[in-house]
């Protein structure tokens, strides 16, 4: 069965935006992945955790038929292959992948819960998921759109489209 996925995309250490460039390529390019679309690229302010650089943020969604754990299998060896550490929680990161929603897919497994559980809070997941896919489901929260729409105005204008600086 071919669903839609969405996967957030977010660096912060190193060239941040080089690595979330190239984590696009490389899925645009996996054959499991059919017809993706990327947003642009965003700026944003770290969300908890410990004090750390601005990340650069970005949504890649696909047609796929395979499953969440083969995605999450998927979004773990791309992390590792640009270097991903896992210290501290919500810590800094030179990439970070995560399975946002597969289809109107929903599972509470403690190793990928769909649609993400805090997917519908997050600016720096709804702007750029609603730039490729506005009309995404996201549950009982509704569509990505409509979340995006409902969160405080000072929330969504923290999202800032990355220009030609560098960070």
Do not use: C
Request: aromatic fraction near 4%; avoid cysteine.
């Amino acid at each position: 069965m071919t669903r839609r996925v969405a996967l957030g995309l977010g660096a912060n250490l190193g060239d941040a935006r080089g690595t979330v460039t190239a984590a696009i390529v490389a899925l645009s390019d996996d054959p499991a992945l059919v017809n993706p679309r990327a947003s642009s690229l965003y700026r944003t302010s770290p969300v908890g955790g410990v004090d750390q650089p601005d990340f650069v943020n970005a949504v890649v969604v696909a047609d796929t038929e395979i499953g969440p754990d083969e995605l999450l299998a998927m979004a773990m060896a791309l992390e590792q292959r640009y270097g991903r550490v896992r210290e501290v929680h919500w810590g800094p990161r030179t990439l970070d992948v995560d399975v946002l929603a597969l289809g109107e897919l929903e599972s509470a497994d403690p190793r990928i819960v769909l649609p993400h559980p805090r997917a519908h809070q997050r600016a720096f997941v709804l702007v750029p998921w609603s730039e490729v896919d506005p009309d995404a489901a996201l549950g009982a929260w509704g569509t990505v759109a409509k979340r995006l729409e409902d969160l405080p105005a000072v929330e969504r204008d923290d999202v800032r489209l990355l220009d030609q600086e560098s960070l």
